[in-house]
């Protein structure tokens, strides 16, 4: 019981990855979806290595998360409470206002371009990424809209996400 007491501050810090059941719900195009995509998105280049700092903030937030609990145990409920609850409101803004972020093509078969692709799978195209409501964005809004301008973009108005 003595242990259980003293690693239950630490299983909290399993809602995080657990608030995204909540994600995976509003992570749909069932209500419509709407790009914003605009002209600079456009020119700026996708970077396959900008899949590190991506991945490296989820490490980062568990590492200063887990500082927190064992050096400040206030701060460190203070600090998680505030990240979930931030989690959902936007998961509650995606439910109202989707989003859709084109995504390019991503070739080769390096390390990097399999990272990308693994984030890819995980996550949906509609909405932003978990924890962090502009950093999907960085990552995957770019030029490629496999092919088609950005006009034709089926996203790209809400009625013809739902038809």
């Not at 409920?77 to 995606?94: D, E, N, P, Q, S």
Request: aromatic share 16%; with cysteine; net charge positive.
């Amino acid at each position: 019981m003595k242990i259980i007491r003293s690693l239950w501050p630490l299983c909290l810090m399993a809602l995080i990855p657990l608030s995204n059941i909540f994600y995976m719900q509003v992570n749909t195009s069932e209500r419509g979806a709407s790009s914003l995509a605009t002209d600079l998105d456009a020119a700026i280049p996708f970077v396959k290595a900008f899949i590190i700092p991506y991945l490296g903030w989820y490490v980062f937030i568990f590492a200063v998360m887990f500082y927190f609990l064992l050096k400040e145990r206030k701060l460190y409920y203070r600090t998680l409470w505030t990240l979930l609850a931030g989690l959902f409101v936007c998961y509650f803004v995606y439910y109202v206002f989707q989003t859709v972020a084109p995504r390019p093509i991503v070739t080769g078969d390096d390390g990097l371009a399999r990272l990308v692709r693994f984030v890819y799978s995980q996550d949906g195209r509609f909405g932003a990424g978990t924890g962090d409501c502009q950093k999907h964005r960085r990552i995957a809004r770019r030029p490629n809209l496999g092919g088609m301008r950005r006009r034709d973009h089926p996203f790209r108005y809400r009625a013809a996400a739902r038809n």
